[in-house]
């Protein structure tokens, strides 16, 4: 151990490719900061009304699907319009598994994710001999068909509009209320996004973002495409499954409607908004995106302006399209990068640029 | 027989949509995902004008000029900008535009379901059989367009410059081409088309945001015959209708959309470039 850290300290640095070697990076302002995040993460639902609880709830939720929508479209520049379809997958897997056979929660969230993969692998091999362009149609393609199979199955299997679905239990514990879902989406999507990190920095990712750059460049260093395009494909689908069968386990409810092209466009604004090909883009768009509509009822209650809720939805759109196409013609770097861009400022305010010692470390 | 016309019809429509997306396609290298939302914004305008008492003749001028102005608008809004950058962005963006063409459906029309009322009045007999008004409008006015479109492309000055700058945008504009304004005009051309597809989707069928269908559709339809191929599209749009039409017969409307997604799926994995289109030439470092 102590053999390998002296080792480490005399190779030159090279790129850090670990969260450990994130870690060391951390100076005293760092774990401060870091200290304080979790400190306000773990007293949150002292803080704040149920409301507030449930809507944080769906954006944690939120965050996971689009940091597995942010590492196929940001990373593996594939842009999928089939995010809802997955996320159906996922929340169906887990629905007709109660609903059939009665199984528990862990087995309904395993058997989801792989379902995630399987249907994964199938948009996947198409995929393999198309321009990057062509999934996008495979993929919308995919939401039509795959609502559709689960809008016949609700009608002729099930017989009603939607499945319910008991909450999970861990031994006596029920995790129904609002504080007790927190922690639990607050963990997994914590695992989730220091997952997601070490992923961009794996030689899968690499992969992945090389294979985006150039296929016959990547191919020549000896880069398997086939292989890199079908990884993207099934863990992201995974990870997006994973995070539909929780929503539907939060909801309490499977129902076909609520996976609709709005939805898949809801994320794809996430990642947009956030910055594509950035974690912390994932983050910051998962949480202004399911905020939006609850900030945008409070807003037209503070202004006084009554209309109805059809309009209401219609506007949800609207500003769904004028924030994509904003960002994308004029900050497609996204919030991250707005972020990084106010940081910087103060953090080095009078001077405009990093010393460059400092450069090389980072 | 019957069956026969409404397959023509339904293919009719699709069949300029998919011409639509593959003008746009071929000369600005851009998928157009707004394309079932811009026809059902024009047929609504469309139903709107003619319920406010316009007549057809006045009615359908303003549902092209819709179309065209909403060309022009979405060109030079928002892909003049991004011209060149990779495909990924233009896909996003008109995603982007479709939403927000969307809710401007729905905040203006209220996403209601609505009809159009047929400009002509008396059914007509055709090889023994009572033929509606409607009808004859949607078969005479997609497939008379579908042949303007492939003249216009074929035998006028401004279609050899779309042709030449779907061939090599690099070469044209180098001999003197003004690829901007080549770009734009298929921008319109293919919106205009669009808002007539939109116009005669509302003379046989229901206008509701759920009809933006088509669009998916005729997406489809241009895929499977070629993105880049004028034959393809329509050759691909029966494909398309044939076999939505026989699922929906066969069984039922669900299982008309999985139906299309599993062929679409197949013809992409064994012929990548569509039935008709062309073979990518090969990338080089």
């Given at each position: 151990?102590?053999?390998?850290?002296?080792?480490?300290?005399?190779?030159?640095?090279?790129?850090?490719?670990?969260?450990?070697?994130?870690?060391?990076?951390?100076?005293?302002?760092?774990?401060?900061?870091?200290?304080?995040?979790?400190?306000?993460?773990?007293?949150?639902?002292?803080?704040?009304?149920?409301?507030?609880?449930?809507?944080?709830?769906?954006?944690?939720?939120?965050?996971?699907?689009?940091?597995?929508?942010?590492?196929?479209?940001?990373?593996?520049?594939?842009?999928?319009?089939?995010?809802?379809?997955?996320?159906?997958?996922?929340?169906?897997?887990?629905?007709?598994?109660?609903?059939?056979?009665?199984?528990?929660?862990?087995?309904?969230?395993?058997?989801?994710?792989?379902?995630?993969?399987?249907?994964?692998?199938?948009?996947?091999?198409?995929?393999?001999?198309?321009?990057?362009?062509?999934?996008?149609?495979?993929?919308?393609?995919?939401?039509?068909?795959?609502?559709?199979?689960?809008?016949?199955?609700?009608?002729?299997?099930?017989?009603?509009?939607?499945?319910?679905?008991?909450?999970?239990?861990?031994?006596?514990?029920?995790?129904?209320?609002?504080?007790?879902?927190?922690?639990?989406?607050?963990?997994?999507?914590?695992?989730?996004?220091?997952?997601?990190?070490?992923?961009?920095?794996?030689?899968?990712?690499?992969?992945?973002?090389?294979?985006?750059?150039?296929?016959?460049?990547?191919?020549?260093?000896?880069?398997?495409?086939?292989?890199?395009?079908?990884?993207?494909?099934?863990?992201?689908?995974?990870?997006?499954?994973?995070?539909?069968?929780?929503?539907?386990?939060?909801?309490?409810?499977?129902?076909?409607?609520?996976?609709?092209?709005?939805?898949?466009?809801?994320?794809?604004?996430?990642?947009?908004?956030?910055?594509?090909?950035?974690?912390?883009?994932?983050?910051?768009?998962?949480?202004?995106?399911?905020?939006?509509?609850?900030?945008?009822?409070?807003?037209?209650?503070?202004?006084?302006?009554?209309?109805?809720?059809?309009?209401?939805?219609?506007?949800?759109?609207?500003?769904?399209?004028?924030?994509?196409?904003?960002?994308?013609?004029?900050?497609?770097?996204?919030?991250?990068?707005?972020?990084?861009?106010?940081?910087?400022?103060?953090?080095?305010?009078?001077?405009?640029?990093?010393?460059?010692?400092?450069?090389?470390?980072? | 027989?019957?069956?026969?016309?409404?397959?023509?019809?339904?293919?009719?429509?699709?069949?300029?949509?998919?011409?639509?997306?593959?003008?746009?396609?071929?000369?600005?290298?851009?998928?157009?995902?707004?394309?079932?939302?811009?026809?059902?914004?024009c047929a609504y305008v469309a139903a709107v004008t003619t319920?406010?008492?316009?007549?057809?003749?006045?009615a359908i001028?303003v549902t092209?000029?819709t179309?065209?102005?909403?060309?022009?608008?979405?060109?030079?809004?928002?892909?003049?900008?991004?011209?060149?950058?990779?495909?990924?962005?233009?896909?996003?963006?008109?995603?982007?535009?479709?939403?927000?063409?969307?809710?401007?459906?729905?905040?203006?029309?209220?996403?209601?379901?609505?009809?159009l009322?047929?400009?002509?009045?008396?059914?007509?007999?055709?090889?023994?059989?009572?033929?509606?008004?409607?009808?004859?409008?949607?078969?005479?006015?997609?497939?008379?367009?579908?042949?303007?479109?492939?003249?216009?492309?074929?035998?006028?000055?401004?279609?050899?410059?779309?042709?030449?700058?779907?061939?090599?945008?690099?070469?044209?504009?180098?001999?003197?081409?003004?690829?901007?304004?080549?770009?734009?005009?298929?921008?319109?051309?293919?919106?205009?088309?669009?808002a007539?597809?939109g116009y005669?989707?509302g003379?046989?069928?229901?206008i509701?945001?759920?009809?933006?269908?088509?669009?998916?559709?005729?997406?489809?339809?241009?895929?499977?015959?070629?993105?880049?191929?004028?034959?393809?599209?329509?050759?691909?749009?029966?494909?398309?209708?044939?076999?939505?039409?026989?699922?929906?017969?066969?069984?039922?409307?669900?299982?008309?959309?999985?139906?299309?997604?599993?062929?679409?799926?197949?013809?992409?994995?064994?012929?990548?470039?569509?039935?008709?289109?062309?073979?990518?030439?090969?990338?080089?470092?």
């Amino acid at each position: 151990m102590n053999a390998g850290r002296a080792n480490a300290a005399r190779r030159p640095p090279t790129l850090p490719t670990r969260i450990t070697h994130r870690i060391e990076l951390f100076r005293g302002r760092e774990w401060v900061w870091l200290g304080a995040g979790a400190v306000a993460a773990l007293a949150w639902p002292m803080l704040v009304t149920q409301h507030w609880l449930h809507i944080t709830n769906l954006s944690l939720i939120a965050v996971m699907g689009a940091v597995g929508l942010n590492l196929l479209t940001g990373n593996a520049r594939l842009v999928s319009l089939g995010q809802a379809a997955f996320l159906a997958i996922g929340g169906f897997s887990a629905g007709a598994m109660s609903h059939h056979f009665g199984t528990p929660f862990w087995l309904n969230l395993i058997v989801a994710t792989l379902m995630g993969g399987l249907f994964g692998l199938i948009v996947a091999i198409p995929s393999l001999r198309l321009k990057a362009l062509y999934v996008a149609i495979t993929t919308l393609a995919l939401h039509f068909g795959v609502t559709a199979a689960f809008a016949v199955y609700l009608a002729r299997v099930i017989r009603s509009e939607g499945i319910l679905i008991d909450p999970p239990q861990f031994g006596f514990f029920e995790l129904y209320d609002a504080a007790p879902w927190y922690y639990f989406l607050l963990l997994i999507a914590t695992l989730v996004v220091i997952g997601a990190l070490n992923l961009q920095r794996s030689h899968l990712g690499r992969r992945w973002v090389a294979v985006a750059d150039h296929e016959v460049a990547s191919s020549a260093l000896g880069i398997s495409i086939h292989r890199a395009k079908l990884s993207v494909f099934v863990i992201t689908s995974m990870l997006v499954s994973f995070a539909g069968c929780l929503g539907a386990y939060y909801e309490g409810v499977v129902t076909e409607g609520f996976y609709d092209l709005h939805l898949a466009i809801a994320y794809l604004a996430m990642i947009i908004v956030g910055g594509l090909g950035s974690v912390l883009g994932s983050i910051l768009g998962a949480f202004l995106i399911t905020l939006m509509p609850y900030g945008l009822d409070l807003l037209l209650k503070f202004g006084g302006v009554k209309i109805s809720a059809g309009s209401i939805s219609g506007l949800h759109s609207v500003l769904y399209g004028v924030l994509i196409v904003g960002f994308m013609l004029f900050e497609p770097l996204g919030l991250a990068e707005i972020w990084r861009r106010v940081r910087d400022y103060f953090m080095l305010w009078p001077f405009k640029y990093r010393p460059l010692d400092q450069l090389r470390q980072r | 027989m019957l069956q026969v016309i409404t397959v023509l019809e339904i293919a009719g429509v699709y069949a300029l949509l998919a011409l639509g997306l593959v003008m746009i396609y071929r000369t600005s290298r851009v998928l157009n995902l707004a394309q079932g939302e811009l026809a059902i914004i024009c047929a609504y305008v469309a139903a709107v004008t003619t319920g406010a008492g316009l007549p057809w003749f006045l009615a359908i001028p303003v549902t092209l000029a819709t179309g065209a102005i909403a060309g022009a608008v979405i060109y030079v809004s928002t892909m003049r900008p991004i011209l060149g950058e990779s495909p990924v962005v233009g896909i996003m963006t008109t995603v982007g535009v479709a939403i927000l063409i969307r809710g401007v459906m729905v905040i203006a029309f209220g996403g209601d379901t609505t009809m159009l009322d047929s400009p002509f009045g008396e059914a007509v007999v055709l090889a023994g059989v009572e033929v509606g008004p409607e009808h004859l409008v949607v078969l005479g006015g997609s497939w008379g367009c579908v042949l303007l479109i492939i003249l216009f492309n074929f035998y006028s000055s401004t279609g050899l410059l779309m042709r030449a700058v779907s061939d090599d945008v690099t070469l044209s504009a180098q001999r003197g081409i003004d690829v901007d304004r080549i770009v734009g005009i298929a921008w319109v051309l293919a919106l205009v088309v669009g808002a007539v597809a939109g116009y005669l989707h509302g003379q046989r069928a229901l206008i509701s945001t759920a009809a933006t269908l088509i669009g998916v559709n005729a997406l489809i339809a241009a895929f499977i015959g070629g993105m880049d191929s004028f034959r393809g599209a329509i050759v691909g749009a029966l494909t398309v209708a044939v076999v939505e039409f026989v699922t929906i017969q066969l069984v039922e409307s669900h299982w008309a959309e999985i139906a299309l997604v599993v062929l679409m799926l197949v013809v992409l994995t064994f012929r990548p470039w569509g039935l008709f289109g062309t073979v990518e030439e090969l990338e080089r470092v």
